[in-house]
């Protein structure tokens, strides 16, 4: 017991709770005071702010740079070798009078830049938070960045010292430790610059940037985060709320308030404009500021990024259509670092205690582990950014949607026949590795277009500029039915596998006649049309279409057959249940290809009618891959 209790003055349990429950009260009161700041200056300047600006543009930027001197400079000056204390004891006396000839000559540099010199003095502001905001990331995460390290290093000295003097370390308390800390400036400097490195060069730093701008982006788009019954329940409860304050504003305040929020287009299709961008990068930076000059723990990327969610609500970057997504967003992205805390706090003991057990044996295992993790993580981040990229694409000229339709309508053909080939081998086989490769290359063609008719279409449509209607409307169908084959090939593949799976009696040898027999005509009807397609002459058409009714006649005769079976006992029953659905899922991949062939056919002659060159089909097909 006094063992225990000792172990708990070791571990200030106290302290360690107080900083947990601080970051969390940072993270309410950065997202509060982020929405406060932007709202009322969004009433203040509106999203047409050229006009406003032009008369507080100077004061807005003195009194945003006066804070940020404040905080930045004034209050790091303190404990700093750059300046007497006489120095700081001045400035403590007469801050009040410092802050004003502050104000006033930051009004007036802002002032002459902005309407003698004509330079965007918000551009000056944005660099300004963000070389204020890079100083408290300095003075506050750089320490977090090293100052475990510095003290596990210091009691190696401080071990080593008592054993050099001949004392036993085995005595040794900790009470060395709680002397004042004097920074190595080496250690500093090398930590600086491998954060810098790690800014520039790391793909991951940018992914999380890209996270915190994609939610609080203005506009519709590509949503990372889908929506769950705590964000559905927080709109709806938002949406109640609203209604209410509404229904007892005044409507010429109401007029105003929606006047001063209405949008405009922005250059580039930023995601914010400049507004918001300083205020992200001022408050972010003068709270963190603040936070870390009165010794109050807090994150600074929490702090940063609750700032950014905050301004982008006021600022109602989160409509209805987008508002579900983003706010699960944010709670995933908070809930995310609870998480990875918790997370950390226990592996750190496990490795601690790895450690201590294995030694320097140890110590190269650890080593060789998170290399691979580094490694493996780095990859499964590339492929989570391609596949990013893929949903994000979007077709901007006529050529480019021509040549995309033809070359997704092969790609569709081809792994139609590939899917159907590895599943009936695997029937016939009972080979499982060859259902799941089938499997994987069913789910990778499902993803790929439930990607496409979810980001490419709607955007596609409204970002291309044509006059080819009906060339638009074979477009979005051509899409919908590579969706609906795809998503019974997924069907088809997965009860497959699960079958196998399991384990189950194999399929007879009618049964996988019947199945093989889908196959070729299948296969039949896709090399008939490719031909055709190839020739650009379509005038046999109409067998295509006939050979697509002969087997949708099989479809009816194999059902007929497998019913017999059934009742001959001559097939076990899941066995039959699994012949029926593929058979039906069969149909629908059928049905849905015969569309697929009359909309291409259609979809080339209206091209061809609107001046559209395409690639060769020929180099089509042999491109024809999922990469």
């Known amino acids: 017991t006094d063992t225990g209790d000792q172990l708990g003055d070791f571990i200030n349990s106290g302290k360690a709770l107080a900083i947990i429950g601080g970051i969390f009260i940072s993270i309410a009161i950065a997202f509060i005071v982020g929405s406060l700041i932007m709202y009322l200056s969004r009433i203040i300047f509106s999203f047409n702010y050229n006009k406003t600006f032009k008369f507080l543009g100077a004061l807005w930027g003195g009194v945003a740079l006066t804070a940020i001197t404040y905080f930045a400079i004034f209050k790091g000056l303190k404990g700093s070798v750059l300046v007497s204390e006489g120095f700081i004891t001045f400035l403590d006396n007469n801050m009040s009078t410092a802050l004003l000839y502050t104000l006033i000559g930051w009004t007036v540099v802002m002032g002459l830049l902005q309407h003698i010199f004509r330079v965007n003095i918000l551009k000056i502001i944005v660099l300004s938070g963000t070389a204020a905001l890079a100083m408290a990331f300095a003075g506050n995460d750089?320490?977090?960045f090293i100052g475990v390290f510095m003290a596990g290093f210091d009691s190696f000295q401080i071990a080593q010292g008592v054993a050099a003097s001949g004392g036993d370390i085995s005595t040794l308390y900790m009470g060395r430790l709680s002397e004042p800390v004097v920074a190595n400036v080496g250690w500093l400097i090398g930590a600086g610059v491998i954060m810098v490195s790690a800014l520039i060069f790391s793909k991951k730093s940018r992914s999380v940037s890209e996270t915190e701008v994609n939610l609080s982006r203005k506009g519709e788009g590509v949503e990372r985060f889908s929506s769950s019954p705590l964000s559905r329940s927080i709109v709806r409860g938002s949406l109640i709320v609203s209604k209410s304050i509404g229904s007892i504003t005044p409507a010429p305040v109401k007029n105003f308030i929606n006047n001063r929020f209405e949008p405009i287009e922005l250059e580039n299709k930023a995601s914010f404009d400049l507004i918001r961008a300083s205020i992200n990068l001022t408050v972010s930076a003068l709270l963190i500021s603040l936070g870390t000059s009165l010794k109050l723990p807090l994150s600074t990327t929490f702090v940063t990024f609750m700032v950014a969610m905050g301004s982008s609500f006021a600022d109602r970057a989160w409509g209805?259509?987008?508002?579900?997504?983003?706010?699960?967003?944010?709670?995933?992205?908070?809930?995310?670092?609870?998480?990875?805390?918790?997370?950390?706090?226990?592996?750190?003991?496990?490795?601690?205690?790895?450690?201590?057990?294995?030694?320097?044996?140890?110590?190269?295992?650890?080593?060789?582990?998170?290399?691979?993790?580094?490694?493996?993580?780095?990859?499964?981040?590339?492929?989570?950014?391609?596949?990013?990229?893929?949903?994000?694409?979007?077709?901007?000229?006529?050529?480019?949607?021509?040549?995309?339709?033809?070359?997704?309508?092969?790609?569709?053909?081809?792994?139609?026949?590939?899917?159907?080939?590895?599943?009936?081998?695997?029937?016939?086989?009972?080979?499982?590795?060859?259902?799941?490769?089938?499997?994987?290359?069913?789910?990778?063609?499902?993803?790929?277009?439930?990607?496409?008719?979810?980001?490419?279409?709607?955007?596609?449509?409204?970002?291309?500029?044509?006059?080819?209607?009906?060339?638009?409307?074979?477009?979005?169908?051509?899409?919908?039915?590579?969706?609906?084959?795809?998503?019974?090939?997924?069907?088809?593949?997965?009860?497959?596998?699960?079958?196998?799976?399991?384990?189950?009696?194999?399929?007879?040898?009618?049964?996988?006649?019947?199945?093989?027999?889908?196959?070729?005509?299948?296969?039949?009807?896709?090399?008939?049309?490719?031909?055709?397609?190839?020739?650009?002459?379509?005038?046999?058409?109409?067998?295509?279409?006939?050979?697509?009714?002969?087997?949708?006649?099989?479809?009816?005769?194999?059902?007929?057959?497998?019913?017999?079976?059934?009742?001959?006992?001559?097939?076990?029953?899941?066995?039959?249940?699994?012949?029926?659905?593929?058979?039906?899922?069969?149909?629908?991949?059928?049905?849905?290809?015969?569309?697929?062939?009359?909309?291409?056919?259609?979809?080339?002659?209206?091209?061809?009618?609107?001046?559209?060159?395409?690639?060769?089909?020929?180099?089509?097909?042999?491109?024809?891959?999922?990469?």
Not at 464 to 484: F, G, K, P, R, W
Not at 557 to 575: A, E, L
Not at 596 to 615: E, P
């Open 142 to 144: 750089l320490v977090n």
């Open 320 to 627: 209805r259509e987008s508002a579900v997504y983003r706010i699960n967003g944010v709670l995933t992205v908070v809930a995310g670092w609870l998480m990875t805390a918790l997370v950390a706090f226990t592996f750190a003991l496990l490795v601690g205690l790895f450690l201590m057990w294995g030694g320097k044996i140890a110590i190269v295992i650890m080593m060789a582990i998170v290399a691979f993790m580094l490694i493996k993580s780095g990859r499964l981040h590339t492929k989570r950014k391609n596949k990013e990229l893929q949903q994000q694409q979007i077709l901007s000229s006529k050529d480019q949607l021509i040549n995309s339709c033809n070359n997704e309508v092969h790609i569709v053909m081809d792994k139609t026949i590939s899917v159907f080939r590895r599943v009936i081998d695997g029937l016939k086989d009972e080979n499982r590795k060859s259902v799941k490769k089938a499997m994987a290359e069913a789910n990778e063609l499902y993803s790929r277009y439930k990607d496409k008719r979810d980001y490419e279409v709607v955007p596609t449509l409204e970002s291309i500029q044509l006059n080819a209607l009906e060339l638009e409307q074979e477009y979005v169908q051509l899409v919908d039915y590579s969706y609906e084959i795809t998503k019974s090939l997924k069907a088809i593949t997965e009860s497959t596998f699960s079958y196998i799976d399991n384990n189950h009696s194999a399929f007879s040898k009618e049964q996988i006649d019947d199945l093989k027999t889908i196959f070729h005509t299948l296969t039949e009807v896709y090399a008939g049309y490719i031909k055709m397609e190839k020739t650009n002459d379509y005038t046999n058409f109409d067998q295509v279409l006939n050979l697509r009714l002969t087997i949708l006649d099989l479809y009816a005769k194999m059902t007929k057959r497998q019913i017999k079976r059934v009742k001959d006992g001559q097939s076990s029953t899941r066995s039959s249940i699994l012949f029926l659905n593929l058979v039906n899922e069969s149909k629908i991949v059928t049905l849905q290809s015969g569309n697929l062939m009359k909309t291409h056919r259609s979809f080339k002659l209206q091209a061809a009618k609107s001046g559209g060159n395409y690639v060769d089909s020929q180099s089509l097909i042999k491109n024809a891959t999922l990469n």
